[in-house]
């Protein structure tokens, strides 16, 4: 594997900067971002999803109407797939032959290469309004969710849903109460995690017979919009990033619904969190709408480093581990 950046990140305008973690000096400990430039802002339209390919040498980025796969070693785009369905592509992951791409309108596009280059093309209904798209960790499921549209867990080779969570309760006076997926994420004992934009993140279990969540943390006053697990640290622990700036850690098996601990600093909503591991330290990537890239250190809460990056940041990738 090729990877000469820490973090990558993708701009509503179009560009992809490479990030490398440094030292500002060899005598310290203090840290900074080293930024390459990878793709220019007249290349591609807005950059809406990024993941890694089944080779780690490459990456998938999603933009209007296409997908491309791109080679950091080398630098360069090496193949465009078009997307025929009309709206923004909110996640794509490959799985051997086949490019999985959803589709803010509802649809799933599968489309299959076998031996001899030819495109077979599929579309599944995953109903109206989803906001996420996110491949398990077993390599032939995906979820999807969103606006009134809740968890789904699907069988790729199928097309067929596995498991629908049910909607929240109605409340005292009996009213509905809200279903708005913003995003999911995946434990190592295949319990799902999921955040909701009305400051609801839940834990399901599809292995179980239990449809609703088998635990629930909330905040007051905020919307979640990233999420992401930390599969190798824990798998019931979750980083939730919000539409007010704020960043909380969340354990699913504390009494309290409410947050282990925040993580401050941001001054827009957060689009995209992640965890990265440097020099044996666990650190928390973000990326907010107050055009800045923030890392935290992870145990203590403390904001490490962020700069400005000038272009408004839609998503972030982080190296992948190879040793997971």
Not at 54 to 71: A, H, M, R, Y
Not at 186 to 207: E, Y
Not at 253 to 258: C, I
Request: proline share 3%; glycine share 6%; aromatic share 8%.
């Amino acid at each position: 594997m090729s990877w000469n950046f820490d973090v990558i990140v993708g701009h509503s305008n179009g560009t992809l900067k490479g990030v490398e973690l440094t030292k500002k000096r060899k005598q310290d400990s203090l840290l900074c971002f080293k930024y390459t430039k990878l793709i220019d802002a007249t290349q591609i339209n807005s950059i809406t999803s990024l993941n890694y390919s089944v080779d780690l040498n490459e990456i998938l980025i999603g933009s209007k109407g296409t997908i491309q796969t791109f080679d950091i070693e080398n630098k360069v785009v090496n193949k465009e797939y078009t997307i025929e369905e009309p709206g923004t592509i909110v996640g794509v992951f490959k799985e051997q032959n086949a490019l999985v791409t959803g589709i803010d309108n509802g649809k799933v596009v599968v489309q299959c290469f076998d031996n001899a280059k030819k495109n077979i093309s599929k579309s599944i209904n995953t109903g109206s309004n989803i906001s996420c798209l996110k491949q398990a960790h077993t390599s032939n499921k995906f979820a999807t969710g969103g606006n009134e549209n809740p968890l789904k867990l699907w069988d790729l080779e199928t097309g067929k849903v596995d498991f629908i969570a049910k909607s929240p309760k109605p409340d005292m006076l009996q009213l509905k109460q809200p279903c708005y997926v913003s995003d999911v994420g995946f434990f190592n004992n295949n319990k799902i995690a999921v955040s909701h934009r009305h400051g609801v993140v839940d834990l399901h279990d599809p292995l179980s017979s239990q449809r609703r969540p088998v635990a629930t943390c909330k905040a007051e006053k905020n919307g979640f919009v990233s999420l992401t697990t930390i599969p190798d640290y824990s798998d019931y622990e979750v980083i939730v990033g919000s539409s007010k700036g704020s960043i909380f850690h969340y354990d699913f098996r504390g009494k309290s619904a409410l947050p282990v601990k925040t993580f401050r600093g941001c001054t827009g909503s957060v689009r995209s969190v992640s965890c990265i591991t440097s020099s044996d330290k666990l650190y928390v990537m973000s990326i907010s709408l107050d055009c800045h890239l923030r890392m935290h250190n992870f145990s203590t809460g403390d904001l490490t480093v962020q700069d400005y990056i000038v272009a408004k940041p839609s998503t972030l990738l982080v190296k992948p581990d190879v040793n997971a």
